[in-house]
């Protein structure tokens, strides 16, 4: 059964560091890993999707990087903004025997602070 | 495309009653998922649908709770009957099913919550 964890489950950083965020799972028999934001009270909003055969994807200020025979994912924020506080979390497919299902971490909950 | 549209955005109800959520995915998207959200659970997986067919409902609680999509642009998630251990918040997503490289797109959510 996939397991995904994310570190920290929480994180307080002061605004304009550069962060990361880690995810890991336990299988590497995945197909795509996505990273989503969850605002309180909101629905999910997709980041970054990087594939199983991608080492990383970049989109603005995020820059997510996989590590397949490692289990692990890191999504890199530069220069972090109060407007980046929310909820990170991350999923993973596997491969097509396994469905097309996410299985989701737990979450960093990240909080920018002026 | 308006998104996924889940309605209602909010529902509070009394232990048991029949509950009834429900979700319009994006439109061309054959892969439909309802997850339920809890702090003390995350995101977990209730059940998924290709092409309006039940491909795995393994994360479906109990027979209390139960799915159905009669069309592509359509689904439910019902309860009945409700217990307060069932509030949470139930997501509704989609994503194109093929080719499995694609992004999947959630709704704003259903909170429920049953007194």
């Known amino acids: 059964k996939q397991e995904v964890t994310q570190i920290p489950a929480a994180l307080s950083v002061p605004e304009g560091e550069n962060l990361v965020l880690n995810c890991s799972f336990t299988?590497?028999?995945?197909?795509?890993l996505q990273w989503f934001r969850q605002d309180p009270g909101k629905g999910l909003t997709s980041l970054l999707l990087i594939q199983s055969s991608q080492r990383e994807q970049t989109s603005g200020r995020l820059n997510a990087s996989l590590d397949k025979s490692s289990g692990r994912s890191t999504l890199y924020i530069a220069a972090s903004q109060p407007g980046d506080s929310a909820t990170y979390l991350c999923?993973?497919?596997?491969?097509?025997?396994?469905?097309?299902?996410?299985?989701f971490g737990t979450g960093t909950q990240l909080k920018v602070e002026l | 495309d308006a998104g996924v549209i889940q309605s209602p955005r909010h529902e509070v109800t009394e232990m048991g009653q029949e509950v009834t959520l429900r979700c319009k995915p994006i439109?061309?998207?054959?892969?439909l998922f309802w997850y339920r959200q809890t702090m003390m659970r995350g995101l977990e997986l209730l059940i998924y649908f290709n092409n309006n067919v039940p491909i795995d409902d393994s994360g479906m609680p109990e027979d209390r709770f139960s799915a159905k999509m009669p069309n592509a642009s359509f689904s439910t998630l019902k309860i009945q009957p409700s217990e307060p251990r069932d509030s949470a918040v139930y997501f509704c997503?989609?994503?194109?099913?093929?080719?499995?490289?694609?992004?999947?797109?959630f709704g704003q959510g259903t909170r429920l919550t049953v007194v």
């Open positions: 439109s061309g998207h054959n892969s």
């Open positions: 299988d590497s028999a995945i197909y795509n």
């Open positions: 997503a989609s994503n194109p099913g093929q080719p499995m490289n694609t992004e999947a797109f």
């Open positions: 999923a993973v497919r596997r491969t097509a025997g396994g469905g097309n299902k996410l299985t």
